[in-house]
Every structure is written in structure tokens, then in C-alpha cells.
């Protein structure tokens, strides 16, 4: 399974664009780029999915170069609700199940 | 549907006790996995089932853990016997079975446990 590298820890203030960036030098051909939410006292929750190029949904964008080492989380005017940790994963997508391995996270603080 | 739920939210109980944590997932998912969730080790997979039957427990870490799960809409994970070390958050998730993409797991609350 890839490993994924990304920050510890990051913050912002409301209004403005964050964007989380995750390595993941190692994915293979079948593999696609997950990030989930995290809230206090709250199980992971999904917020996006990508494979190359660009995705957007009603919460991010998720922006994946070609080469695919990399990838990055674009939350766009942040408010202090999107505090929270957000974890990058990287799974097999090839019809087999993936294991998701979370790894520490990204810890995004939010201030007024 | 009312997502993932899982019971008891908190749990508190002695070293040496036995604990039964338990979980129904979404109604039509074919996958059901236990996580459990530290400050020190972060979120851990324990163990995950398809269709009922266990796939992966390579996660559990010792044979006072044991998880089962006798129909699609039910699963317990029993720790036998407890110690303070166990203290953790534990989650169950569930996932659809859909192909061509990684699947989204949905994650319950949780089950606060503590162990005295």
C-alpha cells in the first residue's frame, strides 16, 4: 500500500482558500486519492475521491498532477467548522478491496 | 437511512472485565470494519468483514480481542479480558460494494471506551 506524507498541522482564518497538500510517492497504477474529515468525537468522514486531473464536489476540490506523486485538498473559503483533521489515503481501485490506512493526519485549525 | 450506529456511545468499566462493543451498518453494504482510534497510534485497522465473513483481522492486536459478526446487519467486537491499555475510541464503518473506484467507508460515532 503507498504511503502518504502530509503536514501535522495547519492554520487559517475564516474566509480564506486552504489547501492541504499529501505525497504519495509510491501509488500504483490503480490507485485512487481519498480524503476524509475528521470532527472531535466524530468518526472519519468522506469528502472526496480523484484519479488524475481535477475533481470538485460541493465541499472541495481535489487537484492531482500527472505524474500522481502528489495531490493536493482545496477547501475553498474556510469557515470555523472546517476545523478539523484531514487524512489523505491512497487505495487499490482495481476491483480487489483496499485496506485504507490512516495515517496521522493533518490537523487544520481555523480562527476568526 | 440512519447511517452507521453503533452501542454504547461511552463505555467504562474495570480491568479485567469483559467489553462487547456493537455495530449495524447502512442496510445493503457488503463490508463492515473495526477501527479503533488513540492520541499515540492514531486510527487502526482492526479487523474487516465482507458478506459476514472475517477477510482481515492481521489488525487485532491480541487474542483478547475477537470480533464476529452472524448476519448482515449485526457485529460485536468483545475484548476479553479489558486492561487500561484498551482505553480507546472504537469505530465501526461500513462500506457498499461498488467496483471501478476505492469504496467510501462510513463511519459510526464511535464507542468512548475506558478502562480502569
Known amino acids: 500500500l503507498a504511503k502518504t506524507t502530509q503536514p501535522i498541522s495547519m492554520d487559517s482564518y475564516e474566509g480564506q482558500e486552504v489547501n492541504i497538500t499529501c505525497s504519495h510517492n509510491n501509488i500504483a497504477t490503480n490507485d485512487y486519492i481519498t480524503w476524509y474529515q475528521q470532527f472531535p468525537s466524530q468518526g472519519p468522514r468522506f469528502i472526496i475521491q480523484?484519479?488524475?486531473t481535477k475533481v470538485t464536489n460541493e465541499v472541495a476540490s481535489l487537484f492531482i498532477p500527472a505524474d500522481r506523486k502528489s495531490s493536493t485538498l482545496s477547501l475553498p473559503r474556510v469557515s470555523l467548522s472546517d476545523t478539523a483533521v484531514y487524512y489523505c489515503l491512497v487505495g487499490d481501485g482495481a476491483g480487489g478491496y483496499n485496506k485504507l490506512i490512516f495515517g496521522a493526519g493533518t490537523r487544520l485549525a481555523v480562527h476568526p | 437511512d440512519a447511517g452507521v450506529i453503533q452501542s454504547p456511545r461511552h463505555e467504562v468499566t474495570e480491568m479485567g472485565q469483559e467489553v462487547t462493543l456493537r455495530c449495524k451498518p447502512i442496510s445493503g453494504h457488503d463490508y463492515l470494519f473495526w477501527y479503533r482510534q488513540t492520541m499515540m497510534r492514531g486510527l487502526e485497522l482492526l479487523i474487516y468483514f465482507n458478506n459476514n465473513v472475517p477477510i482481515d483481522d492481521s489488525g487485532m492486536p491480541e487474542d483478547r480481542f475477537s470480533a464476529k459478526m452472524p448476519n448482515a446487519s449485526f457485529s460485536t467486537l468483545k475484548i476479553q479480558p479489558s486492561e487500561p491499555r484498551d482505553s480507546a475510541v472504537y469505530f465501526c464503518?461500513?462500506?457498499?460494494?461498488?467496483?471501478?473506484?476505492?469504496?467510501?467507508?462510513?463511519f459510526g460515532p464511535g464507542t468512548r471506551l475506558t478502562v480502569l
Open positions: 464503518a461500513s462500506s457498499p460494494r461498488t467496483s471501478g473506484s476505492t469504496d467510501t467507508q462510513y
Open positions: 480523484g484519479y488524475k
